[in-house]
């Protein structure tokens, strides 16, 4: 399910499944596109941040045309202790891969993945020098 902001509309919420994994969506092209995500984190549950929560960051092939530095969306990443993928929708193969990535993010947050947790997965993402 896709949504453009949060909070999500209340009138359907008897209909909406369980929610395994918040991903935002960053276009590095558009600093409105960080503001929309800043705003959102608002009406996250602070539950979520413990390894159901992931940055994607877009548009990153063109770097002379990014309004928005990577450090500010990394220290993001660090702020919420959520993990923030890079890539180029436009390439098919770092699509792919990132579907892929963003597919096994999602089974391990929905616990299909035996003896792992979101929990855990999110420690084993973080860099080691972050100890």
């Known amino acids: 399910h896709l949504a453009t902001s949060l909070p999500l509309p209340s009138e359907r919420d008897h209909l909406r499944p369980r929610i395994d994994l918040v991903v935002f969506m960053i276009d590095i092209k558009s600093k409105y596109s960080l503001k929309n995500v800043e705003t959102s984190l608002a009406h996250v549950d602070a539950s979520f941040f413990l390894g159901k929560v992931c940055f994607l ?15 500010v969306i990394c220290n993001l990443g660090e702020a919420y202790c959520s993990p923030v993928l890079f890539c180029e929708l436009e390439l098919e193969g770092i699509r792919v891969a990132t579907a892929q990535r963003l ?25 080691s020098d972050d100890d």
Not at 104 to 123: D, E, K, N
Request: hydrophobic share 45%; aromatic share 2%; with cysteine.
């Open 57 to 71: 960051v877009t548009g990153v092939g063109r770097v002379n045309a990014c309004s928005i530095e990577t450090n």
């Open 103 to 127: 597919l096994r993010m999602l089974q391990i947050c929905a616990g299909h993945i035996p003896g792992v947790s979101a929990l855990s997965f999110v420690s084993l993402m973080r860099n």
